[in-house]
């Protein structure tokens, strides 16, 4: 997730006490309305909020004022209070906490217990556990007889990482609670002691890594919160001292962004944004959206969003609700700026921002000139603001910086940490800069054992900020190694640059995805007795790990004469000790389980095991873009490894990529109204600059294996000519002129890989059965609850048009509403084309076909999936985010009725049962080529691969019915007509033999590779 350093901590433990944290109750609802699209709805209310300008200038008068002369304590202490109150009111926490010190000191005023509550929430906030430590011991000493004083120790106890004695504290907190039950105020009172004590249970839990237990605690915390709300009102009626009801209410507010954090690290995000933006719109409601009390909950959706990889959004957040706090003079030392500037920084670096990323950095340092102590615990720097330093141009900050950092990491984390070994990395690149391409080599490869499991394990503390950070750095490797290729250097270092350039590419391919499919993986396989038991161990490990580690980072920024050593010794030893039982468990998992264990761990296999997998007629191309430049590698089973870089880096390969796709993805348009022209110089520039230097490793082959990442994953290179050429239109058939393009189709055919890992695993895959059924089809789903007739969507194209809100949208609060299930086209030629498919393969049609309302996710999942050769979908894809509570790609089945949706998502594609040749889905969503369709595919893909599937055959973008049919049909009657055929051959005939034909009404030939060149075989080409 984000590295904001005590949002995770200081919130969830602060969150406990007296409305100075501030969390909505309510449960996060299982069945709630659906989720805006966006946060527009959020930074629409920011914009329109107007602050009181009095409000502040009072608060401001009131803490510049000079303290009374004179001896009474009292008024010494209550002009203290006055100003730690008008400091709150500002958010300035330093000096809010400094006056109720003071308050403290000098004796407090009559209600001394609450005064020692707010300081130390305060202490908390702001991270000094040392310090309240040592005040919560006082106020074990002066009001033991209360439950508030256990439960504030306990708190800093756990925040230092001192577990035993925090679950001991915990233990007295619980007597106390237990000696209360039998009081005479239980009546009045039991709800706020019931959620004081679980939410303090749910705390230790989290810090310790136990997430699910955590969980239950805080939302029966919550729960008993929000009944104490009403109670508060009756003690107030009765002039019981009690908090102000919008305190009361303020503190179930921010126990909501406390379970919306537990829901993040168990993976939970729909239901975490629920939580978070529960906490937030209650608290509007009852102080306005751009109150300081609203948005010091904002942040908790801000890292909801980012841990979604929704950066945009999550930017666009942080910038309308900084805007805010400005407006209202609030502190710049105050928690909520300083967390919200620290991702606003992060997602500038993530965006490539790096001068504005230093700006929001430096703010953090200013905001605490007053404080030293401060400084170094929070704006001392970090991983994102040395790769700002780095990228502005500042190297010898950045050197100092990273070498400090490095240094603590070290010492603290050791060299085996993910932390320590990605500021390797940035110090490799740094050093790459300056000319030391030896110090830059032995750094990446100190840091790359650790970065390269990252990467293939989708991590414990894996986000889409550390994946970013990750490609950067592991790109700046390939650069190197592409530099020293062939070289005294690479002689030196006993390396193959290209071999090994070659299983980075690999690890680093498709990882945007694996965190999502990991996860399901592991919500699927947990289910299986077989694997269940030690998944969850597993897993429980890695949340015990990670808790540990955070609770270390936070540690190792205390000053040196405050770092309690012994403490975190005792941390290191038992994360080590974890560690070693996750590699015992790990490794029996992938022995006993091993697909299993290479869907959620795939690991990058060398050029070496790459190439002994290849059959003799076959080639391997692998291309992969970065920030900086291309690598290409080609091979066949025997001959020279083809190895060579080019400078088009990765935007600009997006670029071309999009417009070759203008006229190959037409959205919506209506082709009777003619297709664009396709670019031939622009398709045959691309051939030239990824295929021909290259071409002594692949040329000769009749079946080319490709694996491209980003936007060249969404583009056939079957479509590329091998020459350049010039076409006429002829007048009196459209697109005839494309018929004789000497298509590279023409010299191969072509399987597309999702990672070289996916070929190696599918070739090792056992024989499959003889015994199974040639065919079973879903196809016309029925997506309204009442059939709905429409005509043949001949000649018009399958496409799932769901508008996608741009950054300028959400700047300007536009509102996308969701997608209604029952409003999806139907897909009616997509009937015929089952029918054929099954008549092509002599299914029965009565047990194997399925259209209509038939064609439902509870019928498929009565069938027997393991006993077909063939599984086909045709209909829509989804992907993630269209519908609610739909966080992940899926395919669109029959509606069941009851407001449900039939959507089959990959979780559940995860737990089917295939012993497939192939799954055909045809008539897929592919989001207009923006990249995401790429990615739904993919994801859809690892989870039937998962299943047990040897072939996908999908669509790079909406087909044109009439053509799919045929094209589509055709590779299974040849298939049928000569067993023999291969996957990818028979794709190639049909797909030529498509170039040659024209529509059935002669409207229009189908030589243009809009209609010939969407589908794509993926996996396994072979027979």
């Given amino acids: 997730m984000l590295n904001v350093r005590y949002f995770r901590r200081a919130c969830g433990l602060a969150a406990m006490f007296l409305g100075l944290t501030g969390v909505h109750a309510a449960d996060a609802p299982q069945s709630a309305a659906p989720l805006p699209r966006t946060v527009a709805d959020i930074t629409r209310m920011l914009a329109e909020y107007k602050a009181d300008p009095k409000k502040s200038a009072e608060q401001l008068v009131i803490l510049e004022s000079k303290p009374p002369q004179t001896d009474s304590k009292r008024d010494l202490a209550m002009y203290h209070l006055r100003l730690a109150n008008a400091a709150g009111e500002l958010g300035a926490l330093q000096r809010q906490t400094e006056h109720m010190q003071a308050v403290i000191d000098i004796g407090g005023t009559e209600d001394r217990g609450s005064e020692f509550s707010t300081l130390l929430a305060l202490e908390i906030r702001i991270g000094n556990y040392q310090r309240g430590l040592a005040t919560s011991q006082r106020f074990v000493d002066e009001f033991g007889g209360r439950l508030g004083p256990y439960i504030f120790k306990t708190a800093f106890l756990t925040g230092l990482g001192e577990f035993e004695q925090a679950n001991e504290t915990l233990r007295l907190a619980e007597q106390k609670f237990k000696e209360l039950q039998s009081s005479r105020n239980w009546g009045m009172w039991n709800k706020n002691w019931v959620f004081s004590i679980e939410i303090l249970r749910g705390v230790v839990l989290s810090a310790q890594g136990k997430e699910a237990a955590a969980e239950v605690a805080v939302r029966t915390a919550i729960q008993a919160s929000q009944e104490d709300e009403e109670i508060n009102k009756l003690r107030l009626a009765k002039n019981i001292a009690t908090l102000p009801q919008g305190l009361r209410e303020y503190q179930t507010d921010f126990h909501l962004t406390t379970l919306a954090r537990i829901l993040v690290n168990l993976g939970r995000f729909t239901e975490a944004e629920q939580a978070a933006r529960e906490a937030f719109t209650r608290s509007a409601a009852r102080t306005g959206a751009g109150s300081v009390e609203s948005v010091r909950l904002l942040p908790a959706l801000a890292q909801v969003l980012a841990a979604q990889g929704r950066t945009q959004e999550a930017a666009t957040l942080v910038t309308a609700t900084l805007r805010n706090l400005e407006q209202q003079n609030i502190a710049p030392d105050s928690v909520a700026i300083i967390d919200l500037r620290r991702i606003r920084g992060d997602l500038m670096v993530a965006d490539g921002r790096y001068p504005e990323a230093l700006q929001e950095y430096q703010k953090i340092r200013e905001a605490f000139a007053a404080y030293p102590e401060a400084i170094e615990k929070l704006a001392g720097g970090d991983i994102g603001w040395a790769i700002a330093l780095f990228k502005a141009g500042k190297a010898d900050e950045a050197s100092t910086m990273l070498d400090r950092l490095v240094a603590k990491n070290r010492q603290w ?77 690479e002689t030196a270092a006993g390396i193959d640059a290209a071999s090994e350039g070659f299983r980075i590419a690999d690890a680093l391919r498709g990882q945007k995805i694996q965190g999502a499919v990991a996860a399901s993986a592991l919500r699927s396989a947990a289910n299986d007795p077989a694997i269940g038991a030690e998944i969850r161990k597993e897993q429980d490990l890695a949340q015990e790990s990670s808790a540990l580690q955070r609770i270390l980072r936070d540690l190792m920024n205390a000053p040196a004469e405050k770092q309690l050593s012994k403490t975190i010794g005792d941390m290191k030893a038992r994360i080590e000790n974890i560690r070693q039982e996750r590699t015992i468990i790990q490794a029996g998992i992938e022995k006993r389980f091993p697909a299993y264990a290479n869907l959620i761990r795939p690991q990058p296999p060398s050029l070496a095991e790459a190439r002994a997998v290849l059959r003799p007629n076959e080639a391997l191309i692998n291309i992969f873009s970065t920030d900086t430049a291309t690598f290409l590698w080609a091979f066949k089973k025997d001959g020279p490894v083809a190895f060579a870089s080019t400078k088009g880096n990765r935007g600009e390969l997006t670029k071309r990529v999009q417009g070759l796709r203008r006229a190959l993805d037409l959205g919506d348009a209506d082709l009777a109204k003619g297709i664009p022209d396709f670019d031939l110089d622009a398709a045959y520039r691309l051939y030239a600059d990824l295929l021909l230097p290259v071409a002594a490793g692949w040329q000769g082959a009749t079946n080319l294996l490709v694996a491209a990442n980003g936007a060249l994953s969404q583009l056939p290179l079957a479509l590329l000519p091998t020459q350049k050429v010039v076409v006429k239109a002829d007048p009196k058939l459209p697109y005839t002129q494309y018929k004789d393009v000497p298509w590279l189709i023409r010299q191969a ?222 590779i299974f009657e040849r298939q049928a007509g000569d067993p023999k055929l291969s996957r990818a051959e028979a794709l190639r005939q049909s797909m030529l033999a498509l170039m040659q034909a024209k529509s059935p009404d002669n409207a229009f030939a189908y030589a243009h590779p809009m209609f010939w060149a969407p589908y794509a075989l993926v996996g396994e080409g072979g027979v």
């Avoid at 032995?442 to 550390?466: C, K």
């Avoid at 393991?866 to 899926?890: C, I, M, N, Q, Y």
């Fill in 749 to 970: 055919a072509f399987t597309q890989l999702p990672s070289v890992n996916a070929l190696v695993s599918l070739r090792k895959l056992p024989v499959a059965s003889a015994e199974r059924a040639p065919f079973v089809g879903f196809g016309d789903p029925q997506f309204s609850e009442t059939p709905i007739q429409v005509a043949s969507s001949r000649g018009r194209l399958r496409n799932l048009s769901i508008s996608r809100p741009s950054l300028r949208d959400l700047e300007q609060g536009k509102s996308v509403e969701w997608m209604d299930y029952g409003k999806i086209p139907p897909l009616p030629d997509t009937r015929d084309e089952i029918l054929a498919l099954a008549q092509a393969l002599q299914a029965n049609t009565e047990a194997d076909v399925f259209l209509g309302s038939k064609a439902s996710k509870e019928n498929l999942k009565k069938l027997d999936l393991s006993k077909r050769r063939v599984v086909a979908f045709a209909t829509h894809g989804v992907l993630a985010g269209d519908f609610p509570g739909v966080s992940e790609p899926s395919l669109a089945l029959a509606n069941p009725g009851g407001g449900k949706h039939g959507l089959l998502t990959r979780e559940e594609i995860l737990g089917l049962k295939l012993d497939a040749d192939w799954v055909v889905l045809s008539a897929c969503n592919t989001a207009g080529g923006d990249g995401e369709g790429a990615d739904a595919l993919s994801g859809l893909g690892r989870g039937f691969f998962y299943a047990g599937s040897r072939a996908l055959l999908v669509t790079h973008w909406p087909v044109e019915s009439g053509s799919a049919k045929t094209l589509v049909t055709g």
């Fill in 413 to 489: 984390l050791g060299d085996k940490h993910i932390d320590t070994a990605e500021l390797v990395g940035v110090q490799a690149m740094s050093l790459g800069t300056r000319g030391d391409k030896k110090g830059a080599l032995d750094a990446f490869r100190s840091a790359l054992p650790v970065l390269l499991n990252a990467a293939i394990s989708a991590g414990d503390e894996s986000s889409p900020l550390r994946a970013q950070r990750l490609s950067l750095i592991l790109d700046a490797y390939l650069a190197l190694l592409a530099e020293i290729r062939a070289t005294p250097l």
